[in-house]
């Protein structure tokens, strides 16, 4: 009989999510492919290298005092603006190992 194994992450879009923590509808793949910056709960988790469009809050107090930031200070376009260039450099790694993966499919 073959075994069946449960994953603790699995891969949807192009970011790597934790099941039972980080998953959710219209989350984390829709922040990084347009690049829209985020205020996210502290207690969810996300890889370090998309951390660049996310905030962080960890009560009602923290998350008002950053939407005021980004109201008055329009702080969310300074974010856009700074990991956009960053975004294009994941993307261009994750073109090149998925490529490199097709090709040792192809060559097997």
């Known amino acids: 009989m073959k075994k069946m194994l449960l994953r603790q992450y699995k891969k949807i879009g192009i970011c790597r999510e934790e099941y ?15 690049g829209i910056p985020t205020l996210l ?4 988790k996300i890889e370090t290298k998309f951390e660049v469009l996310i905030s962080t809050f960890k009560d009602k107090y923290e998350l ?3 939407l005021n930031d980004w109201i008055e200070h329009s702080r969310y376009l300074e974010i856009k603006k700074t990991a956009h ?8 790694e ?3 190992i998925e490529l490199v993966e097709r090709i040792e499919k192809l060559l097997k």
């Open 85 to 92: 260039p960053k975004l294009e450099k994941i993307n261009e």
């Open 64 to 66: 008002l005092e950053k």
């Open 20 to 34: 039972g923590t980080s998953t959710i509808t219209g989350g984390v793949n829709d922040i990084i492919r347009f």
């Open 94 to 96: 994750n073109t090149r």
């Open 41 to 44: 709960s502290d207690s969810y």
